[in-house]
């Protein structure tokens, strides 16, 4: 396996320009006769299946939910980082480019983020064309927010809802292409196998979630854009839904996995409250902006907040971290609230969890201007603990939320298949080991409205594409593997339920395979995830059968699948002999507990290939250079 | 905490339906309420029974996806709370919940309290956007909105298709849903070009797809999950008014410029 990024040459600034115009072009006329699967109706998936039936390409668009509006990128709240430079502050592309490369600490591939901090100021003024009600000021202007990472105010929002905002906007463009017929959309289908002809990606297997039935796909080409698996720690903030089997079935046909180990854990989650919890709620990175965070100083102070005086506080972000403060990034953060709470500082019931408290900011603001800011937020968290934020501070503690890795994509956003693109939070590009704030919706709809749209057809005008037969061998074989696949799940019936199983790898991977990891860990987690992967094959009991609507079926097909990616994970992370961004192994740290890199070993993207069940993947190496940033320790001190 | 469950069992859309009781033993009050059913399906499975359908996806009341009716009322008993984020403290030791899927002939059952509703979708199709080609917008300060206005729309756009306004209406009417749409984009200067041809068809799709009409009972303002206000459908009723006596001139106006 070769890894071509296949980045164009020239100055970093011109690059996207001169690859535009070097790309071919599919005549107008000749668009409608091209057909294309897009796996995932997000701002990603959604996005880019809008803008390619606009171009009048033939497309289909499958997801799993009941509908295309309700995709995972619903759930964003804080906002979407944009080079708008509209406060005057020192914003520019290149600074958006040079943040984002240093949040990432020094991981990604400088030249796509360099475009997606071009193509950010774009998907504004897109957004806002079709009706994305943006918060505004008085004068009627676009506001912005500050968020970690970066000391210029340059995200844009709308409430705390402002993924839902975007992706009902990516929604309405591509409801409009499916009323115009330009797009079939099918949802409740959720795609269970690729399908590589010669080569080349060209059709998905799907289940009818409502008949379980399988039906087949076949088309030109196939764009995942299915998310990200941070639902492999079982808790997380991700949708229940959230999976990795459409990554991970083109995985296990060829395409190689980026980074597995590079998750983000979010610093402001509401902590875990019992054995039962299904989830974890996340609380929008802007109120870092103003809630401060803090903990008691004294070790097992169980004095309710407000009877513990100002100075047996510790605010202790800002006092490791004065420049930036509580807008420290996402995994500094996180793991400074885990190393409080190692401590014995720790807060709540469990003593897992950290005050961010608003006192101070609504004595400065005023109670109105925050509710304003934050009021959904501050009743979500009143509805959910049954605690008033406005007079007590709120209790927080770190959970998985993103995921930075997923299947290498050169600079076309092609994977190591040709013909699979990758879209969204579901490929590897931009993030490097750590994604900033407001950073996820821009890297969607950049993918889906502005880099898919063009690049695809620089692949199609470069093949020859003739009809796949229905009876070809590599679909029948598709198709059988699922349905076997499907047969043995149901086949089974065993005494433990799929929920277990996924708890208890949740556990296993949220103990070595976190905010922390080293070896010894991993070498446990990596020598425990074989048994547990046996025993789910032997033991899980799947009710049911596959020809209705199954939701057992389907979250236990999910279910195997990260199983298998847990342990890559792992793996990647004990290879991955450095600390970088959220991958911190204690093995290598700073004199004051940073994350200490190792350029000279590690200043790349390593790429897993699938080499049969069973046997070790292949690592191959994605050297990255940096011609346009300092390779610098990365500092927010 | 302990609980009895009627919840209402249906094998496909064809099927009959009919409840059917279990107690909930073991509840805790901090669990929400779909917890509280995962609880149950865990042991359903175990015992060898079909789990209870019921769709979720977010959990964090915002993706519109859950929604059940829980003794009569959708998404239960607290105000502005879908089911997802509905806690089991907010009902009491002892309690019978009567749980039903929405119940609306645009809505069929799928199974169990899972139903159909891409009727929504198809409205949405009919008209719910602007039609803003991908790529070369202006500047997106060109425009500046009246903060009142953006905030308005901003509270029609808070609309989460959930569909509890239908199931809560007498009439099993989807004005609300349709109105918060033609609101959100009416208000705003991008929407106008397409105001009156987006009104028409969106309603022309609603009724079609078998929703009934408004006669202001107000039931859906109270379940909506968001607090979408029913002066939304006055507004979409003004606006489609206002189309009703512009068509005419609206479409001769069109022939004479193809001409």
Known sequence: MKLDARVPSGPIEKKWEKHRFEMKLVNPSNKRRYSIIVVGSGLAGGGGAAAMAELGYNVRCFCYQDSPRRAHSIAAQGGINAAKNYRNDGDSVRRLFYDTVKGGDFRAREANVYRLAEVSVNIIDQCVAQGVPFAREYGGLLDNRSFGGAQVSRTFYARGQTGQQLLLGAYQALERQIGLGQVAMYSRHEMQELIVVDGRARGVVVRDMVTGELETHLADAVCLATGGYGNVFYLATNAKGCNTTAIWRAYKKGAAFANPCFTQIHPTCIPVTGEYQSKLTLMSESLRNDGRIWVPKAKGDKRPPIEIPEDERDYYLERMYPTYGNLAPRDIASRAAKRVCDEGRGVGPTGRGVYLDFKDAIARLGKRKIEENYGNLFEMYQRITDENPYEVPMCIYPASHYTMGGLWVDYDLMSTIPGLFVLGEANFSDHGANRLGASALMQGLGDGYFVIPHTIGNYLAREKFSPVPDDHPEVVAAQEAVAARTKRLLAIRGRRSVTSFHRELGKILWEHCGMERNRKGLEHALGQLPGLREEFWKNVNVPGSGQELNQSLEVAGRVADFLELGELMCLDALERDESCGCHFRTEHQMADGEAKRDDQKFCHVAAWEHTGDGRKPNRHVEPLTYENVDLAVRSYK | ?259
């Open chain 2, 1 to 259: 905490m302990r609980v009895t469950l009627k919840v209402w069992r249906q094998k496909d859309a064809k099927a009959e339906g009919r409840f059917v009781t279990y107690e909930a033993s073991e509840v805790n009050p901090e669990m929400s309420f779909l917890e509280m059913l995962d609880v149950v399906n865990e042991s359903l499975a175990l015992e060898g029974e079909d789990p209870i359908a019921f769709d979720h996806d977010c959990r964090e009341g915002i993706c519109g996806t859950c929604g059940v009716v829980i003794n009569g009322r959708p998404h239960g008993p607290r105000e502005r709370t879908t089911a997802c984020q509905l806690h089991m403290r907010s009902f009491s030791d002892g309690d019978v919940l009567t749980i039903e899927p929405w119940r609306a002939d645009a809505f069929p059952v799928v199974r169990d309290l899972v139903v159909d509703r891409t009727a929504f979708d198809r409205i949405m199709a009919a008209g719910g956007f602007v039609s803003a080609t991908i790529g070369g917008a202006q500047d997106g300060n060109t425009i500046p909105i009246p903060k009142e206005d953006s905030d308005l729309a901003m509270d029609a756009a808070a609309c989460i298709g959930c569909g509890a306004c239908v199931a809560a209406c007498p009439n099993a009417s989807a004005m609300l849903f349709t109105a918060a749409k033609i609101s959100h984009l009416g208000l705003l200067p991008q929407g106008q070009p397409e105001r009156s041809e987006r009104v028409r068809s969106m309603v022309a799709r609603m009724d079609a797809e078998g929703f009934g009409t408004c006669t202001n009972h107000g039931e859906c303002e109270a379940a909506c999950p968001k607090a979408i206000r029913v002066e939304f459908i006055a507004r979409m009723n003004a606006d489609f008014v206002r189309a009703k006596f512009t068509a005419g001139r609206r479409e001769s106006g069109l022939a004479e410029g193809n001409g």
